[in-house]
């Protein structure tokens, strides 16, 4: 059972277009983290949301944590090229920061 | 600098083979990790060192062993290497151990390869 799910899996998109991808789980997490990786290297934090319906904004980039602490969203205003990435959710369960599977976001010129 | 760097980045061995990786930090943390990715980029932890304590050990071989000679330091030894071994092997630190909500920095990752 995979205990964070990540949506759409895979999305390919043009640059200037907007897009949510989406973390959901059935537990209550204390805080969700956001990574992106780049090819051929390692996960970089982007943001932790901790409050439910927090929102953080990171540029062109809007996280909102859901209101019950069970999901999570990342909006991507006006995509572009160096967005493309993989997207990873992760939180705490079992005192284990565990990953969703992510989504792999690919933005075309 | 590099925050935490990992040798090598690639590794092609046959099966069988011993092989080790090795992991430094110099952020200054309490805590590292040894993280897998598998093919569809899953990313699944295998262990947790705190003060060079073990204090994660999730289901993983007995083949894998990990050392923590200092804390700024964590190593992955793998005897008898199987195909099923190949995947991105990732390092990681943190600041303190945090039950799961600690902030992780990663390495660039070790290609592993078993033929």
């Known amino acids: 059972t995979q205990l964070l799910e990540q949506s759409p899996q895979f999305l390919s998109i043009q640059e200037g277009e907007n897009l949510t991808v989406y973390c959901n789980s059935s537990?209550?997490?204390?805080?969700l983290q956001w990574y992106r990786q780049e090819p051929g290297e390692g996960p970089v934090l982007l943001v932790t949301?901790?409050?439910?319906?927090e929102v953080k904004k990171l540029k062109r980039l809007t996280f909102q944590f859901g209101d019950a602490r069970k999901d999570s969203s990342l909006h991507i205003t006006a995509a572009q090229p160096g967005d493309t990435g993989l997207y990873l959710c992760a939180g705490a369960v079992y005192s284990t920061l565990t990953f969703g599977k992510g989504t792999m976001l690919l933005v075309s010129p | 600098d590099t925050a935490v760097s990992q040798t090598p980045k690639y590794l092609v061995t046959q099966m069988g083979n011993d092989k080790s990786i090795k992991c430094e930090q110099n952020l200054g943390h309490d805590t590292m990790y040894w993280y897998k990715q598998d093919s569809k980029k899953f990313l699944k932890i295998m262990f947790s060192y705190n003060n060079k304590e073990l204090i994660i050990n999730e289901t993983v071989p007995n083949r894998f062993s990990p050392k923590s000679p200092d804390k700024a330091h964590l190593n992955l030894h793998i005897n008898s290497l199987e195909l099923g071994d190949s995947a991105v092997y990732f390092c990681?630190?943190?600041?303190?151990f945090g039950g799961g909500n600690e902030k992780l920095f990663f390495g660039s990752g070790t290609q592993l390869s078993v033929l």
């Open positions: 990681a630190s943190s600041q303190d």
């Open positions: 949301v901790v409050t439910g319906g």
């Open positions: 537990s209550v997490f204390s805080s």
